[in-house]
């Protein structure tokens, strides 16, 4: 019990450390879209271009508009992003992966707003609950909605990126299954989508109902909280549409009745600061924006003293745009998928920031987002006598030391892993590491850590990040993760039955020459670039011809994949790579093989010697065989084969090259088992 305990832990840790890499870049671009955004909006705000007329100079306010729409076009379609990032870099950054994940995104989105009867027309009437994505009328279903579609598709990758069909289909067979696979199950996820998250919708508008009727300020703190916390989610807008413009009422001095916080905040401006607590709703918004840059800085000085610059520039980016903008999403995923504790204590902070802004009498409120323009034209234009902005020297100090002390305590006490205060969240790539064995190309270092590994056979799998050697063993028991400092890692860590190793930049090379090394492969060293050798052999003896020669239309040009052929002088057929036995046909006449470099090569005996029901062929190797590079594997009675009005070429082909070309050195007679007269040719 305890064993399937540990197993499963396991499992879990794994997927935890692995989704914060997978979702790094699509993080990275949303500080893009927020500086782009904010930008745009400082140059189109009214109140500005009022006081610099040459903002309205056309030029520059096309340019302006571009940018915000732009920056804008990024916030809105963040779970696009995730989905494919997450996607991609679960499949080791695989393109295949990345373009089914957008597709796929489309197809779900499109599949959820067709089956609920979204339209255009009634994305404005419903705000709350549905949204364009892409230009698609659908549910708001927030990064979540991508984040499934992310996992989705690296699941139907891991899971059919080598799928056989049959002949006729072996064009779409490989990795070109994965998109048609990832579309279909997209379809599959907007139908649970579209039955469960409706409810997830209207059993939170249902339960807010009281909080909304009333005009009391802990109601508004308690709606703002669960707002916030919402946000992955993409439900915010639940609460957050009845809190801007159904909340609370004020009559103006005009005798108008006005309802919503937004709304009763700019009317009490109008009549000149006739403020009620409801103003704080807005008021709250410059010190959520405070709270949410201070526990940035939190995590920064949380980190160890070498990795304080890394985590730095993780943040700078989400720093800058909540500053000048208030524009939330950069900082906050930085720290939701960082740090998931220190997020929630973002939303206390959020939820009851009107309540500091009453301790402090501040009334400098949001147009915008929050940020330094929206404290500008809100809180400095308006006159210190009605917003009290000159308390922001004040209190803004005090408040900020007060957020810091706290999440720098929970930090401390209940040991929260931030960026950069383990060894190994980050490498140090630039230092100069005295080290037994060199980084560059060599195979004694590869050798060494499997070695420390207790060997091949302990070994589960290998992979890597951008700076880790991820590795899951059989066993940890006796490995010694210093060991690994000798040759060059910065450090190890060790989750259950998962290793990290921090190699820096070097990582996914090093990941190369140690998967090499564990199938056999032949490793060249070419500056900072490895590559594994395709190992090819001449199949028979006889004479080697381009596969545009063969008397076989469909083979020739190269619609099932590109290759080689060889008139036989001699029945005995070899395997023309070091690999793996796929498939056999029921007919002998074509045997499937998986190299150890993972391209997928057909061996097709003979054309049109199906018909012929595997009577010329006689084979010695049985699906499962592993096979080298000039193994026998059994032989073609090529008198039989004439007889019957066929021909005897022996094909190879390549299925499924990404961006090679197959490319003859030589050709002429060869004897089988030759090696060296092929090469692999980027284009």
């Not at 210190?384 to 929970?410: D, L």
């Not at 197959?662 to 007679?669: A, D, E, P, Y």
């Amino acid at each position: 019990m305890n064993k399937k305990k540990n197993e499963a832990a396991s499992k879990i840790m794994t997927g935890l450390q692995s989704f914060q890499p997978a979702i790094m870049p699509a993080i990275a671009i949303i500080p893009l879209g927020g500086l782009l955004m904010g930008l745009g909006a400082f140059l189109t705000n009214a109140t500005f271009v009022e006081m610099y007329p040459i903002l309205g100079n056309p030029v520059i306010s096309t340019i302006a508009w571009m940018l915000r729409n732009s920056g804008q076009f990024v916030l809105n379609n963040i779970g696009f992003m995730f989905a494919i990032s997450i996607a991609m870099v679960y499949s080791g950054y695989e393109g295949f992966s990345a373009l089914s994940a957008g597709i796929s995104y489309i197809v779900f989105m499109k599949g959820v707003g067709t089956i609920l009867g979204i339209t255009a027309a009634t994305v404005p009437e419903n705000m709350a609950t549905q949204t364009t994505v892409l230009g698609i009328p659908t549910l708001n279903t927030g990064v979540m909605g991508g984040i499934a579609v992310g996992l989705l598709v690296a699941w139907c990758y891991k899971k059919f990126h080598n799928t056989k069909l049959p002949l006729a289909l072996a064009f779409f067979q490989g990795k070109r299954t994965v998109p048609i696979m990832s579309i279909c199950c997209s379809m599959l996820l907007a139908f649970v989508f579209s039955l469960v998250w409706p409810l997830i919708q209207s059993g939170l508008q249902a339960s807010i109902g009281g909080l909304v009727n009333s005009e009391n300020l802990l109601a508004m703190c308690i709606m703002l909280f669960i707002s916030r916390l919402l946000v992955p989610f993409g439900l915010h807008a639940l609460l957050n549409t009845p809190l801007n413009y159904e909340f609370g009422t004020y009559v103006t001095k005009s005798g108008e009745s006005v309802h919503g916080a937004v709304n009763i905040y700019m009317s009490q401006l109008a009549d000149g600061g006739n403020w009620s607590d409801i103003a704080f709703y807005n008021a709250g918004g410059a010190f959520s924006i405070l709270f949410m840059i201070v526990i940035a800085f939190v995590i920064i000085a949380s980190a160890k003293k070498e990795y304080r610059k890394r985590t730095l520039g993780l943040f700078s980016g989400g720093i800058v745009t909540a500053f000048l903008t208030g524009i939330s999403e950069p900082i906050l995923f930085s720290y939701l998928f960082t740090c998931p504790p220190l997020f929630v204590l973002n939303c206390l902070f959020h939820g009851f920031s009107p309540y500091f802004a009453k301790m402090a009498n501040m009334y400098v409120g949001t147009g915008f987002a929050g940020g330094l323009m929206d404290f500008i034209v809100y809180g400095i234009l308006q006159g210190n006598a009605v917003t009290h902005w000159t308390r922001a020297f004040i209190f803004y100090p005090i408040f900020g030391a007060f957020c810091f002390v706290v999440c720098f305590f929970f930090i401390k006490v209940f040991n929260l892993h931030v960026p950069g205060n383990r060894d190994g969240d980050f490498s140090d790539d630039d230092e100069d590491v005295d080290v037994e064995y060199k980084l560059a190309g060599n195979l004694k270092l590869a050798t060494k850590i499997i070695s420390n590994l207790k060997g091949k056979d302990n070994i589960i799998s290998v992979d890597s990040c951008a700076t880790r050697l991820r590795i899951t063993v059989k066993d940890v028991a006796g490995i010694n993760k210093d060991s690994f400092n000798k040759l060059g890692a910065k450090g190890t860590m060790i989750a259950g039955n998962n290793l990290q190793i921090i190699f820096g930049l070097e990582a996914p090379r090093i990941k190369d020459e140690v998967k090499a090394v564990l199938t056999g492969n032949t490793i060249i060293a070419v500056s900072n670039k490895t590559e594994i050798k395709e190992e090819v052999a001449v199949p028979a003896t006889g004479k080697l011809i381009p596969l545009s020669e063969v008397k076989d239309e469909t083979l020739a040009s190269g619609l099932i994949g590109q290759g080689f052929a060889v008139e036989p002088t001699d029945g005995l057929v070899h395997s023309p790579v070091n690999g793996t036995i796929e498939s056999i046909f029921p007919t002998k006449h074509a045997i499937a093989i998986k190299t150890d470099t993972g391209k997928d090569v057909l061996l097709h005996l003979g054309i049109d010697t199906v018909k012929l029901e595997g009577k010329p062929f006689t084979l010695c190797v049985k699906v499962g065989d592993l096979v080298s590079a000039g193994t026998e594997l059994g032989t073609m009675d090529i008198a039989m084969v004439k007889a019957a009005g066929c021909e005897a070429t022996v094909c190879v082909l390549f299925i499924d090259l990404k961006d090679e070309t197959v490319k003859l050195t030589k050709t002429g007679n060869v004897r089988a088992k030759e090696l060296g007269f092929v090469d692999f040719v980027k284009y």
